[in-house]
């Protein structure tokens, strides 16, 4: 059973009314929704549960990272690729539609406010990434980014207008470095002095499961601090169903957290993850 330390709070809904669908590259959509309620509490890494539709089917919502977050407008952004029969339905959802929405939930990350930010985000991982380099005040940023082709690398337009340094790699080779986004963060961390590494620089990441254990391996050996935001399936997404636990790395007692309140953002040295020793 897990011991989830966090409380478990019913949150409320908040019908949302559609403002914008659209297509960033195939099967990836972006959906913008005024959702003042959640756009005046979000911080970066927290996520939405959607009811995707009004059908009975799929009966589950759905979680989605909160992408972007503007409370002066009182919208939401989530990006998200269409993978199943839920995130299907949602991609057909039209503007002026309402969508009802459960949020913000979990937790978010911890932002630095001195020092080098380095910033991981693998494929569909980028949404919570993209919000937390846009968030981020009085320290050096660098978005290291990874995608399988050059069409997938997500927020690669708002990143170069917002003027946020950013590394590409692809999978095919096809844009910025060929290979895996952790190889450039082994370079990126190279560059720094090793005695400055340590105190300096802090890793955010969010992506798939070996990339967060990779990362994770990679800042270890480092001495770097890092966080990570796992993206686990979830089922009520706060706190009552304990469908999302992942182990604690702790010593003795086998001990879980719960993904949807505990997390989704845990340092990364606070649980196991997939590949990691
Ligand atoms: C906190 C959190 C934040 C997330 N943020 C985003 C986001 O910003 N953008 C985005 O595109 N997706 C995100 N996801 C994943 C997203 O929730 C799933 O892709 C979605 O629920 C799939 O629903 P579906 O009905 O379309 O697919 P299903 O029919 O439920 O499943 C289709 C396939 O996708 C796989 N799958 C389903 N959920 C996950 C998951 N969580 N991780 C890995 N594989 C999964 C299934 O194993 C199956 O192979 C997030 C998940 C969590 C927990
Ligand atoms: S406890 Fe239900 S999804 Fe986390």
Request: proline share 8%; net charge neutral.
């Amino acid at each position: 059973m897990p011991n989830s330390s966090s409380p478990s709070i019913v949150p409320v809904d908040e019908p949302a009314r559609t403002l914008e669908q659209a297509a960033v590259a195939p099967g990836f959509f972006r959906l913008r929704l005024h959702a003042p309620r959640i756009a005046g509490n979000a911080v970066p890494g927290q996520f939405v549960q959607v009811r995707v539709t009004d059908d009975v089917e799929p009966f589950l919502r759905r979680p989605f990272s909160i992408g972007d977050a503007d409370p002066s407008s009182g919208s939401i952004e989530i990006l998200y690729h269409v993978v199943g029969k839920g995130s299907r339905r949602l991609s057909e959802r039209k503007a002026g539609e309402r969508i009802l929405l459960l949020g913000p939930l979990g937790n978010g990350f911890r932002l630095p406010d001195s020092g080098t930010v380095l910033l991981v985000g693998g494929g569909v991982g980028m949404p919570p990434v993209y919000f937390a380099a846009k968030s981020i005040r009085g320290c050096r940023v660098c978005v290291i980014q990874g995608a399988r082709c050059a069409e997938r690398l997500l927020y690669r337009d708002e990143l170069v207008s917002l003027g946020i340094p950013h590394r590409e790699t692809t999978e095919d080779g096809s844009a910025g470095s060929k290979g895996l986004v952790t190889a450039a963060l082994i370079e990126t961390l190279s560059d720094f002095p090793p005695d400055e590494t340590k105190e300096t620089v802090e890793i955010l990441a969010c992506g798939p499961p070996a990339m967060l254990a990779a990362v994770a391996d990679i800042a270890r050996t480092h001495g770097v601090r890092c966080q990570v935001s796992v993206e686990e399936r979830m089922a009520c997404g706060f706190g009552i169903c304990m469908g999302c636990a992942v182990q604690k790395r702790t010593s003795g007692t086998r001990e879980y957290a719960l993904v949807c309140v505990d997390g989704p953002v845990f340092d990364a040295t606070q649980i196991a993850l997939a590949h990691s020793p």
